[in-house]
């Protein structure tokens, strides 16, 4: 059985904000590290794509994020807000005691798993201050005596984006998530089995509701 | 040797010969027919540059120009090493490393680094002229430096009333190193921290040096701040955890091969 995981807004979502921070990774990462080639054997062309293809992308996500936000609140679906709360770090902290062979419980995982939440809330806060300092720094003139200030906080805002998404990326790559990445790229639906094995608690919620509609 | 100038501000008339044999010699391009090409504006992509501020009723030039800071903001800023120190404290620029992100323009304290984005035809004297598009500033014409012999700029050798010195602070017994010794060149500014290596001589009851020579900018954190916090914090932060990052999710990767808890 089919269950839906990723609604059109949120893969549309998700596709913006990949398109946008691959390529301001890739076009941001040589003047962060400090290399030229062969990224930048052409710098005129790199600075437009990393002024262009990555504020344009990030600024139609911007919205439809909080449109998702207001989905996950209505829809009512089983999905649940990822935004983290105590809950999330309590289990966020047995998955990683199991993870180090310290603990042998393995707690239930919901819609998000926990560690998810807080990569989805970096991402978000670093890519908020790279907008913030970014599109001045690109598109306005700034006084040279703060624009040091922005640019410590561009190089903020791409330590905490950078730094979840070399976890998102290896998990995305992760055989044991193929079947979400296709979802992210195709319908949105991942089968009931899968749900169950890596996200029971969501599992079960969507076989309550569906009891619950086929009792009413 | 460390190669410094001096200019003494009692001798210069302001006949801007510096400036013609600065700009002919750096920023000008020559097109086959031996005809001279120079930007719009010229003066302003000068290397060397008038700057005249009122004193009294009186006003009075200077000329700004790069200072080769021992502690060059503009050096520690860059990203990729296209603004550098040679071995002989000579702030320069490898334009085959600059990505043109121009955070040394903002960082110069002494706003003496210009861009021309215009047209220009011809060819450039020397490897170190006028990149269009590029920072560009002052080398100590550092092309007409023959094996480790000090040379001579060529706003000191047109300058006709030797107002400009140029020699070797590491030579005591030379004029340079012994008017700064002495304390009668100075450089300005010295609570920026950038240790300039261009000095002036005011004129005779002039204004205070911390008023004229430059026009430095005072920033709310010093680019050097910035340059250190991002060396020696926020890269290593970034290079270690995403590191990890990719370590945890190969182990995560081979463990979970038939886990069912993983995701
Ligand atoms: S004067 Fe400006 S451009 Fe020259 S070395 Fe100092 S900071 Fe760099
Ligand atoms: S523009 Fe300046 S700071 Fe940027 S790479 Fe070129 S020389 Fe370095
Ligand atoms: S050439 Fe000499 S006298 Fe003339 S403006 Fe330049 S420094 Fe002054």
Redesign the pocket.
């Known amino acids: 059985m089919k269950i839906k995981r990723w609604s059109l807004l949120a893969r549309v979502t998700h596709w913006l904000l990949f398109i946008g921070v691959t390529v301001g990774f890739i076009t941001g990462i040589p003047i962060f590290l400090g290399f030229k080639d062969p990224i930048y054997s052409n710098p005129d062309l790199i600075r437009t794509l990393h002024y262009y293809l990555t504020t344009i992308p990030l600024s139609i996500a911007i919205p439809l994020i909080i449109l998702r936000g207001i989905e996950v609140l209505y829809r009512g679906a089983g999905e649940e807000s990822w935004w983290p709360g105590w809950r999330d770090i309590r289990t966020a902290v047995k998955i990683a005691l199991h993870w180090f062979g310290l603990s042998k419980d393995y707690p239930k995982i919901g819609f998000h798993h926990p560690m998810e939440k807080l990569l989805i809330l970096a991402v978000h806060s670093g890519l908020l201050l790279l907008g913030a300092s970014g599109i001045p720094m690109a598109f306005f003139d700034i006084p040279s005596e703060i624009r040091n200030l922005f640019i410590l906080a561009h190089m903020i805002g791409f330590i905490l984006v950078s730094i979840p998404l070399a976890g998102h990326f290896m998990l995305a790559i992760n055989p044991v998530n193929w079947e979400t990445l296709k979802a992210m790229f195709t319908d949105g639906e991942v089968s009931l089995e899968w749900a169950e094995k890596h996200h029971p608690e969501w599992a079960e919620r969507i076989k309550e509701l569906r009891v619950k509609a086929v009792g009413e | 040797m460390k190669p410094v100038m001096i200019i003494d501000l009692n001798r210069c008339t302001g006949c801007l010969a510096c400036v013609e044999a600065c700009i002919s010699e750096n920023i000008a391009r020559w097109s086959k027919e031996g005809l001279i090409n120079y930007p719009d504006n010229v003066v302003r992509y000068s290397r060397t540059r008038p700057y005249w501020i009122e004193f009294g009723d009186t006003r009075r030039h200077v000329f700004i120009?790069?200072?080769?800071?021992v502690n060059?903001?503009?050096?520690n800023i860059c990203p990729t090493g296209a603004?550098y120190?040679d071995e002989n404290g000579v702030?320069l620029i490898d334009y085959k490393k600059c990505i043109k992100c121009m955070y040394?323009v903002d960082?110069?304290?002494?706003?003496?680094?210009t861009v021309y984005e215009g047209e220009l035809e011809g060819d450039m004297l020397h490897e170190h002229a006028l990149h269009i598009g590029y920072?560009d500033?002052?080398t100590l014409c550092i092309h007409r430096k023959v094996g480790n012999e000090l040379w001579t700029p060529a706003c000191v050798e047109a300058c006709p009333y030797n107002a400009r010195l140029f020699g070797d602070l590491e030579d005591p017994e030379g004029e340079v190193s012994q008017l700064i010794r002495r304390g009668i060149a100075v450089a300005p500014r010295k609570d920026l921290g950038?240790e300039?290596?261009?000095f002036y001589i005011p004129r005779q009851g002039g204004a205070e040096l911390s008023e004229y020579p430059?026009r430095p900018r005072d920033v709310i954190i010093p680019?050097n701040v910035v340059s250190e916090l991002k060396n020696s914090l926020l890269k290593p932060l970034f290079l270690t955890t995403t590191g990890l990052a990719v370590l945890f999710g190969f182990i995560h990767m081979i463990r979970s091969r038939g886990d069912k808890h993983e995701d």
């Open positions: 120009q790069c200072m080769h800071c060059a903001p503009c050096v603004s120190q702030v040394c960082a110069c304290p002494y706003q003496v680094r920072p500033k002052c950038t300039p290596k261009l430059v680019y």
